[in-house]
């Protein structure tokens, strides 16, 4: 086709041509459209790790002393004042020289230590150190191994006693 037979043809003819070569390019466009959702493969889902879909429990751990204080001294009360809780006295540290870790108590475990008291001038102890002849040879969660002429000793965690509990001498409920 040259210029001169586009031209003669007319314009209703060439305005027709133009809107069917425009009509057969859009569907051609659009059936590679649609071939090219249905050829793309869908990746699947990825799932959750397990330890995710486990629930976080929590314990109770707030004492009944602890809840009589909150209700008989509420937040917003205008005359709030602080608490002055006595301290408690802490033990005497063991002297260096006793040899015994039977007064020893564990208050934390850290990544290379754990920290300690009861030992006079000593907080913390560190892997491979000692502590009355006792070298601390193992940590492991909640638990220390110390290690003395083949013998070995394990010190656990201690536990936070509730204060209610340690007061009365055993958990008793309210009655209301």
């Known amino acids: 086709m040259n210029l001169n037979s586009i031209t003669s043809m007319g314009f209703p003819k060439l305005l027709d041509r133009i809107l069917l070569i425009s009509i057969v390019s859009f569907l051609m466009l659009l059936l590679w459209c649609v071939y090219k959702v249905w050829a793309t ?22 004492s009944l002393l602890d809840v009589n204080i909150i209700n008989e001294r509420p937040l917003f009360w205008r005359g709030r004042r602080p608490t002055v809780i006595e301290a408690a006295p802490e033990e005497e540290p063991v002297d260096s020289g006793s040899g015994d870790l039977s007064r020893v108590r564990v208050l934390g475990v850290y990544a ?5 008291s009861g030992v006079k001038g000593k907080g913390r102890v560190k892997l491979g150190e000692e502590i009355f002849g006792w070298k601390l040879q193992k940590l492991s969660g909640n638990q220390l191994r110390f290690a003395k002429n083949g013998r070995y000793e394990y010190l656990r965690l201690e536990e936070p006693v ?3 509990e340690s007061e009365n001498g055993s958990k008793k409920r309210r009655k209301r």
């Open 162 to 164: 509730d204060k209610a």
């Open 41 to 62: 493969p869908v990746p699947g889902a990825i799932l959750p790790a397990e330890s995710a879909m486990t629930p976080l429990v929590v314990e109770d751990r707030v």
């Open 112 to 116: 290379s230590g754990a920290m300690i």
